[in-house]
């Protein structure tokens, strides 16, 4: 009895809390929605091309100073975030992000969460190269003075690396 009145009691609130985020999404216009969607696939788009270039400086650009990441087993905040970013890049000689499929849900006006699922490989400066295919990845965006940032990041794949040859 008292699970069945636990499950009841949560059904109930997921119930209502969809319910709140209804409502808000369908304030929303179709242009709006397709606005949103728009402005958050050029900034998607804009962290693969600076990615695959090299740009130790994407995490300060796009990333809001409240951000988790969540990667496999490990949790960052923006400070552990932004230097891992930057070391790996440090260490990265290419770096080659293939989206195969992107979408976004927009929850709010201010508030949207895009996913891909696509390839991602890197090489090390050491010659190592890494795959990970396919890569799924979530990034929940905020909007915050009037710029949209990702204040939540989760991604996962299976990383499969081929040393490189010692001569």
Known sequence: MKKLCLNTM???LLL??????????DQLTQQQ???IKKE???L??????RANKLDKNVIAQYYSPHLVVVRDTAVFDYKAWKMAWADF??????????PYKWECIIIAQDLAISSFV???EYTMKSGDKTTIDP????????KLDGQWKIIYENYSGVHVTQKADLK
Do not use: E, P
């Open 33 to 35: 929605n397709d606005q």
């Open 10 to 12: 949560i059904a109930a």
């Open 135 to 142: 890569i799924g990845w979530a990034y929940v965006w905020k």
């Open 44 to 49: 998607s788009d804009s962290i693969f091309a």
């Open 16 to 25: 209502f809390i969809l319910g709140c985020t209804q409502k808000q999404s």
């Open 40 to 42: 958050i696939k050029a």
């Open 89 to 98: 890049m440090t260490y990265a000689s290419a770096v080659n992000w293939t």
């Open 118 to 120: 696509g390839k991602f």
